[in-house]
């Protein structure tokens, strides 16, 4: 066990009380510490790490089960519930899937967001932060180099959440989580379909890489103006993607009735 990860739940020094224990656990869900899925040490450990009872414990993860934040596995654990994908819910996303507007009203909605994003992160980054990016970015690169689409695709979402952690506000943070959330779900168009047009890889890489040049200089209009520019380029994609797909549906079907006008 190494001393960061004694730090993560670090000793109650007050009272030793089960909102206590309750309260560093929201904050850690809460600045994105703890993600969805993520398994809480075992309830022995738990209590060492936090100095408390074993009773205290069990108090504070029953409260933060019934507040919905953890999700308790009968012999298989505590675990930090799916608390992003409840921003959105199930009928709201369905709702927002049958409609075409939805999709040019989440890319404007994202390059604000994106651009406010990549600004903060260029003046609030911690090296910590710097060292994530660097892990990602090149993981990107790997990826890219290797031909390998899907650990690209991956790596995509992951800078994008990394960006989103070094910029430092909670609210943001967890926005940007839901919308991606929703992009790698297909809501809104397939990301295959953007990487599929010609050159399109190379240049979303060089996007990416300018983001986090960016950042890691600490400039922030630069990041900004390079996280929108990349929006812009995806919103293109996407439209033009959806273009030629409509007319080779188009096509398809002034064939088929050719064919059959003809039989």
């Known amino acids: 066990m190494t001393e960061d990860q004694d730090d993560l739940y670090a000793r109650i020094s007050h009272s030793r009380t089960a909102d206590e224990v309750v309260q560093q656990i929201e904050l850690l869900i809460l600045e994105g510490v703890l993600r969805d899925g993520d398994r809480l040490p075992g309830e022995r450990e738990l209590s060492r790490r936090f100095d408390v009872s074993r009773p205290i414990l069990r108090e504070a993860l029953k409260e933060l089960e019934a507040r919905g934040l953890v999700d308790s596995r009968h012999g298989g654990g505590t675990f930090v519930a799916d608390v992003v994908g409840q921003i959105f819910s199930k009928p709201l996303i369905e709702l927002i899937g049958r409609h075409h507007k939805a999709t040019q009203d989440y890319l404007e909605y994202r390059r604000e967001l994106e651009g406010l994003t990549a600004e903060l992160a260029a003046s609030r980054a911690t ?47 967890h926005t940007l989580r839901a919308c991606y959330r929703l992009l790698t779900q297909g809501i809104f168009f397939h990301r295959n379909s953007v990487f599929d047009a010609p050159g399109a890889r190379d240049q979303l890489l060089a996007q990416h ?54 039989s």
């Open 127 to 173: 090296d910590f932060d710097r060292d994530i990016l660097t892990r990602v970015i090149k993981r990107m690169r790997a990826a890219h180099e290797s031909g390998n689409f899907a650990e690209e695709l991956e790596a995509d979402i992951e800078l994008h959440n990394a960006i989103g952690e070094s910029a430092h506000n909670i609210i943001l943070l």
């Open 209 to 262: 890489e300018a983001i986090y040049a960016a950042i890691m200089v600490g400039d922030p209009q630069t990041a900004k103006a390079a996280a929108q520019s990349h929006i812009d380029f995806v919103a293109t994609a996407a439209r033009e993607a959806e273009r030629s797909g409509e007319w080779v549906r188009i096509a398809r079907l002034r064939l088929q009735q050719r064919d059959r006008a003809g």
